[in-house]
DNA sequence: ATGACACATAAAATGTGA
């Protein structure tokens, strides 16, 4: 069985609804995730994606900021979500499909502007949030399981993840101690980056490109923040990851580009 | 600084994104 699953930070469903109906009906995955859906969860407007085959939709949604989930045309045997970071907002749901395969949605915290914990509690946060996920995969996950670990994970760990690497490494997003935090989690569970298998880390790979610069998208000043993880058991199942470009071209996009992975189980 | 837009909110000015 071919499986088809995204990743994508649509930030807001509501403006990029049209969007979305779009890029399922071109690429017709069969499970997305999505992040920063900034919407309350019983305000979730899923019609428009049932009518498309997404009948299955798990949300983990807040008021205003972040907000995830999971749209599928497979039903889910199970779904959760996971407190990292300690705070009370909407920043991870799981579901497991039927076939034995575990899928997240998870959205990491962007980290504020100052890359030192101990002047910035944004900063802060996010390292405790990717420490309290490296614990819960060792703790409760081992790496015979399938698990697909998709989300914004708003780090981009190798120097050719950004467009200028030594212009960018005192930044959020591309700091040497976040790095460090992202290469524990990825240890943890002995994770495959999936798309750095397709594109060597001698070329560049992004996946957002800021709204702010009108020429980012133009001179290709990108940054890799989304990412799809396999376990082991999980990845010789993996027949490819691609970020989906195109999607950053059309009208009114997102900032984040959608990541499609695809499985053969 | 690449360097000032997008999205959200008890609704105008502010928080958040990265």
Redesign the pocket.
Known sequence: MALKIVTW?I??????TENLCRFLTEYQPDVICL??????TD?FPGDPFRELGYEHQAIAGQ????GVAILSKLPFADQFSCPWGGES?ARHVAVKLANDLEVHSI???????VPDPSVNV?FDHKLRFWNDMKDWFAKERSTDQMILANG?F?V?PLETD???HK??VK????SPIEVEHLEAAKASLDWTDLPREYVPSDQFLYS?W???????VE?D?G?R?DHSWATPALKERVTNSEVIKPTRLWE?????VPILTEIDL
């Open positions: 930070n930030n807001g469903i509501r403006p990029r992040q920063e859906i900034k919407i309350q305000a008021k205003a900021y972040h907002d959205y990491i915290p962007a980290g504020g502007d944004k914004d708003n981009a950004v467009w200028n212009r960018l930044s959020v997003g591309h957002w800021g709204y702010r610069y009108k020429l980012a001179k000043y940054w923040l009114r996009p997102s900032d984040h």
